[in-house]
C-alpha cells in the first residue's frame, strides 16, 4: 500500500535561517506531488505541485521553493525565513493519471520566530 | 488558473438539522470537483468527487454533493447532521487534464448536541 510521510512533524527556526522540509511517497511510481500551505481562514493554499523528476510548477511568488530530485521525494526550501512564513505545511500526492484524489501528510508546524 | 469560494466562514447547526454547503469554481474548462474533510486532529480525507455523469455524487458517511454546472457550483448537502460531523469541509477543484489542486478557504461547521 501506498505511505506518505513529511518530517518534521514541528520545527522553530529564527528569522533568517534557512529551511528544508521533506516529504516521501512509498509504494507508488511517478505520483503527482504536491505542497500546501494552510492557515485559519484561508483554507488550503497551492503553493508547488510537481508531475515529474525536476519538474515544478509554483502557484503564488514567495519566499519559498521546492524541488524533486527522485521521483517520490519533493522538497520545500527557503534560503531565509521570513516571519510570514510560519504556517502549517502539508505535502500531498496523486495518482499519475485521472486526477484522483489527493493522499496528505500529516503536516510540518512551522514556527519562524 | 482556477479559484474556488465557499460561501460560509463557520456553520452551526443542531443535530438532525439539515446541511447545505456552497461552493463555486471559477475556470474556463472541464473541472474535476471533490469535497474533503478534516475532523479534528486527524489529516485531510476525502469525502466525495464528480468526474462525469450522474451530477448528484453520493459521499461516505451520508453526504452528497451536486454539481450545476450553469452555475459553476457543487454545493454538499446532509439530510441529517450529528455531532461526529463537527469538522472542516474544504471544496476542490483541478482541470480536466490538469494536475493542480486549487482548494477552497474551508467551512467550519459546527454540530451542537
Known amino acids: 500500500s501506498q505511505t506518505i510521510h513529511q518530517w518534521p512533524a514541528t520545527l522553530v527556526q529564527p528569522v533568517g535561517s534557512p529551511l528544508s522540509l521533506e516529504c516521501t511517497v512509498e509504494?507508488?511510481?511517478?505520483?503527482?506531488l504536491y505542497w500546501y500551505r494552510q492557515a485559519a481562514g484561508r483554507g488550503l493554499q497551492l503553493l508547488f505541485y510537481?508531475?515529474?523528476?525536476?519538474?515544478i510548477s509554483s502557484e503564488v511568488p514567495q519566499n519559498l521553493s521546492a524541488s524533486r530530485p527522485q521521483d517520490r521525494q519533493f522538497i520545500l526550501s527557503s534560503k531565509k525565513l521570513l516571519l510570514s512564513d510560519s504556517g502549517f505545511y502539508l505535502c500531498?500526492?496523486?495518482?499519475?493519471?485521472?486526477?484522483?484524489?489527493?493522499?496528505f501528510g500529516s503536516g510540518t508546524q512551522l514556527s519562524v520566530l | 488558473a482556477q479559484s474556488v469560494s465557499q460561501h460560509n466562514h463557520h456553520v452551526i447547526l443542531s443535530e438532525a438539522a439539515s446541511l447545505e454547503l456552497g461552493c463555486n469554481y471559477s475556470?474556463?474548462?472541464?473541472?474535476?470537483l471533490f469535497w474533503y474533510v478534516q475532523y479534528p486532529g486527524q489529516h485531510l480525507q476525502l469525502l466525495l468527487k464528480?468526474?462525469?455523469?450522474?451530477?448528484l455524487v453520493k459521499g461516505i458517511k451520508g453526504f452528497e454533493a451536486e454539481f450545476i454546472k450553469s452555475k459553476f457550483s457543487f454545493n454538499l448537502r446532509k439530510p441529517s447532521v450529528q455531532w461526529s460531523d463537527t469538522a472542516e469541509y474544504f471544496c476542490?477543484?483541478?482541470?480536466?487534464?490538469?494536475?493542480?489542486?486549487?482548494f477552497g478557504p474551508g467551512t467550519r461547521l459546527s454540530v451542537l448536541p
Open positions: 475556470y474556463g474548462g472541464t473541472v474535476n
Open positions: 464528480y468526474f462525469s455523469g450522474d451530477p
Open positions: 510537481s508531475v515529474g523528476i525536476g519538474q
Open positions: 476542490a477543484v483541478t482541470p480536466l487534464y490538469g494536475q493542480n489542486f486549487v
Open positions: 500531498a500526492w496523486s495518482a499519475g493519471q485521472g486526477n484522483e484524489k489527493l493522499f
Open positions: 509504494g507508488t511510481s511517478n505520483p503527482n
